[in-house]
């Protein structure tokens, strides 16, 4: 079946990086978008941007670029996304989320079950 | 960016009745290729993922039971729970995919 398999839980210090993972299986990983999408504690939904497989194109919020990277591996249909200069606001559960077949548009359909990422001192 | 405004934040519905969510966008979300809305409806329940209920404004997932339903055209969306179970209990979520930024509304907390 189609699934997305994030990463374990990283606690990280302000500044530091992090990098989570997804892995992809069950479907053509470089037919279809991926989104990466983060919820900090008690709060809604944000799209950091989307990763297009199959190019490695990407196109970030802009409240992430400079910020964030999105690359990804097809040998391992595995993709990434990477913050640096980690905030305490930062502290957020990461998803990462199936979107449309590349070049349409359409709705999140699959999502992995998240990773979070706590930034403490 | 398109803003997304859910109304109402919280909603309290006895076991059984209709739970009605609204959703507005700031601007049209209709798509001229193919003259659908770029409209999708999420549930949440805690500590899981979203779940995809509804796509092109009114276009039900697989396997989402057929008291969801979403209707609305342009800028004015709802989702509607026909007869409440007591395991829809969740934050639903609508967010347009018309155009980047990809936005969310701020979500809607449906209590029994």
């Known amino acids: 079946q189609v699934q997305l398999v994030q990463s374990g839980a990283e606690v990280k210090k302000p500044g530091a990086s992090v990098k989570v993972s997804c892995k992809a299986s069950?479907?053509?990983?470089?037919?279809?978008?991926l989104h990466w999408v983060r919820q900090a504690p008690g709060q809604g939904l944000e799209w950091m941007g989307w990763?297009?497989?199959?190019?490695?194109?990407?196109n970030y919020a802009q409240k992430f670029q400079g910020w964030v990277t999105m690359t990804r591996d097809t040998s391992i249909t595995t993709a990434y996304m990477e913050l640096s200069r980690l905030r305490s606001d930062d502290t957020a559960v990461y998803y990462c989320?199936?979107?449309?077949?590349?070049?349409?548009?359409?709705?999140?359909?699959?999502w992995g079950q998240g990773t979070t990422v706590t930034v403490s001192s | 960016d398109i803003v997304m405004t859910q109304s109402p934040d919280s909603l309290a519905v006895s076991l059984g009745e209709r739970a009605t969510i609204n959703c507005k966008s700031s601007?049209?979300?209709?798509?001229?290729?193919?003259?659908?809305?770029?409209l999708a409806w999420y549930q949440q329940k805690p500590g899981q993922p979203p779940k995809l209920l509804i796509y092109w404004a009114s276009t039900r997932k697989s396997g989402v039971p057929d008291r969801f339903s979403g209707s609305g055209s342009g800028t004015d969306f709802t989702l509607t729970i026909s007869s409440l179970q007591a395991e829809d209990v969740a934050v639903y979520y609508c967010q347009q995919y018309y155009s980047p930024p990809i936005t969310f509304g701020q979500g809607t907390r449906l209590e029994i």
């Open positions: 990763i297009n497989p199959n190019s490695g194109g990407t």
């Open positions: 989320a199936r979107g449309a077949e590349v070049g349409k548009r359409d709705g999140m359909d699959v």
């Open positions: 069950g479907y053509t990983f470089t037919g279809y978008y």
């Open positions: 601007q049209s979300v209709l798509s001229s290729s193919n003259n659908e809305n770029c």
